[in-house]
């Protein structure tokens, strides 16, 4: 455990390659679990636990629908259970990271919300060159295409995560 661990810190300081990660349906299987779970322990700080719970399964979703997608257009498909493990489970450690910045805001109450947008943003533009290091190796493309893949996939997840959330509401209020 301590070696996935640190296989997976050793990614998201791009010290690692998503070649690294074992070709185990198994180390997929739970990164994409803690990605999941992660998700909707963060999503759990600003909804309801049925929407933490929908809006961690779309982005999950879409970010194996993604990958495979990306991979096949590549005629890459060997590489698709290290690339989801090493996506997945970089994800989940920039959220337990973020963890304890969010307590700390919901804590901290008005005020605090400036300093938290410039850390919030550290994370998000962490957690997109950690993507695009992934997509660049599992791709074969340059890092610049990678990092502009990895912003299209946020893009992607942020406007269709904040759109199932305006609708939730919708039917919910």
Known sequence: MAN???????LCRLQALPQDA?????????AVTLYFVTGTIITLFSQNFATSILVAALQ????????????WI????????????ASAGTSAVIAVIAMPLLIWVSQAGVGSENVFMVFWLALVVW??????????YSLEISLLAGLGVSLLF??????ITLRLIKTIAIFTT
Request: no cysteine; net charge positive; proline share 4%.
């Open 127 to 136: 957690e997109t060159a950690i993507l695009g290091h992934i997509l660049r």
């Open 22 to 30: 074992p070709r185990s349906k198994i180390s997929q299987y739970i």
């Open 74 to 85: 590549k005629k890459m498909p060997e590489r698709i259970i290290q690339t989801i493990s």
């Open 4 to 10: 996935w661990l640190n296989y997976y810190w050793r």
């Open 154 to 159: 946020m893009y992607l997840s942020f406007t």
């Open 60 to 71: 999950t979703i879409l970010l194996i629908f993604v990958i495979q997608i990306a991979l």
